[in-house]
């Protein structure tokens, strides 16, 4: 299939996917207590699916990489933005891990389409199905730190 339009690109419409998700928590009474880290959050989203967007637009190969580079960078910042919304009570553990796995899928559908452009065979997923492991906490106090996030994923 030819795409002639960014908004045909599958890592783009997961960009969106992830700006819905981010402006949707950042809507909420409890967030509009913390402008800065909303207004952060939000811009990291947008910018994720700009970046798609601008680098779609520019004549090289090379150039339009640089961008998608850009673009997963702003996923990870999403993703550290959440754990601060997390620990201050922002979002919710369901949030925190609908939105870090909308991240983890853009950034992995950003990486492969990167491996494509290189002419490389895109690598599986890494860090996928976050979100069902983590459904069910484990209990009332269960809390979401980085190592033990990371257990879960591995």
Request: with cysteine.
């Amino acid at each position: 299939m030819k795409v002639s339009r960014f908004e045909d690109l599958e890592c783009w419409k997961d960009a969106r996917m992830l700006a819905k998700h981010v402006y949707g928590a950042t809507r909420s009474k409890s967030f509009g207590r913390d402008a800065l880290l909303a207004g952060r959050i939000q811009a990291a989203a947008s910018s994720t699916m700009a970046y798609v967007a601008e680098g779609f637009s520019r004549k090289s190969k090379q150039e339009f990489m640089t961008f998608l580079y850009m673009a997963i960078s702003s996923t990870a910042e999403i993703q550290s933005y959440l754990y601060v919304a997390l620990d201050q009570g922002y979002i919710s553990k369901a949030q925190f891990n609908r939105i870090y796995e909308q991240a983890n899928k853009t950034t992995v559908c950003i990486d492969g389409f990167i491996r494509n452009l290189h002419g490389r065979t895109p690598k599986p997923p890494e860090r996928t199905g976050v979100t069902k492991k983590r459904a069910k906490p484990k209990d009332e106090n269960d809390y979401i730190d980085a190592p033990d996030y990371m257990e879960q994923i591995n």
